[in-house]
C-alpha cells in the first residue's frame, strides 16, 4: 500500500511544482528562477517538518513516505536547479549563479531547521 500512497503523493508533488512554476513565471518574472528556489524552499520545510513527526512517531510509516518520498520526492527540482544554474554560468551570468546557489542553500536549510522547530512545538 505504500508504493500507491508514494505514487499518489508523487502525482500531487508535480502539479503542485508545476502550478508553483507557472505562478511563478507569471507574478514574479523569468529574470530569477523563483520558481525552483520557492518549491526547494518550500520542500526543505515540509521534508523537515515530517521527518521530525516522523522520528517523534507522531506520523505513521506510510505518511511519512507519502509525504516525504512522494510529494516532496515530485515536488523539489534539484536537477532543475543545476540545469538552470549551469544555464546561467554559461551565459556569464556570475552574480546571478552566486546568488542563486546561496539563496538555495541558506534559505532550504533554514527551512529545515523551521520545519523540525514547527514539527517540534506541537
Given at each position: 500500500?505504500?508504493?500507491?500512497?508514494?505514487?499518489?503523493?508523487?502525482?500531487l508533488?508535480?502539479?503542485?511544482r508545476?502550478?508553483?512554476?507557472?505562478?511563478?513565471?507569471n507574478?514574479?518574472g523569468?529574470?530569477?528562477?523563483?520558481?525552483?528556489?520557492?518549491?526547494?524552499v518550500?520542500?526543505?520545510?515540509?521534508?523537515?517538518?515530517?521527518?521530525t513527526l516522523?522520528f517523534?512517531?507522531?506520523?505513521?510509516?506510510?505518511?511519512?513516505?507519502?509525504?516525504?518520498?512522494?510529494?516532496?520526492?515530485?515536488?523539489?527540482?534539484?536537477?532543475?536547479?543545476?540545469?538552470?544554474?549551469?544555464?546561467?554560468i554559461?551565459?556569464?551570468?556570475?552574480?546571478?549563479?552566486?546568488?542563486?546557489?546561496?539563496?538555495?542553500?541558506?534559505?532550504?536549510?533554514?527551512?529545515?531547521?523551521?520545519?523540525?522547530?514547527?514539527?517540534?512545538?506541537?
Amino acid at each position: 500500500m505504500n508504493l500507491v500512497y508514494i505514487a499518489i503523493f508523487g502525482a500531487l508533488g508535480s502539479l503542485a511544482r508545476y502550478g508553483v512554476g507557472v505562478w511563478a513565471k507569471n507574478t514574479l518574472g523569468l529574470i530569477f528562477p523563483y520558481g525552483t528556489l520557492l518549491v526547494n524552499v518550500l520542500g526543505s520545510f515540509i521534508l523537515g517538518f515530517i521527518v521530525t513527526l516522523a522520528f517523534e512517531n507522531r506520523v505513521s510509516e506510510s505518511t511519512r513516505l507519502a509525504i516525504a518520498v512522494g510529494f516532496c520526492g515530485a515536488f523539489t527540482t534539484f536537477s532543475t536547479f543545476e540545469l538552470e544554474l549551469m544555464n546561467a554560468i554559461l551565459e556569464h551570468k556570475y552574480g546571478l549563479a552566486a546568488l542563486y546557489v546561496v539563496s538555495s542553500l541558506t534559505l532550504g536549510l533554514g527551512a529545515v531547521f523551521l520545519g523540525r522547530g514547527l514539527a517540534g512545538m506541537l
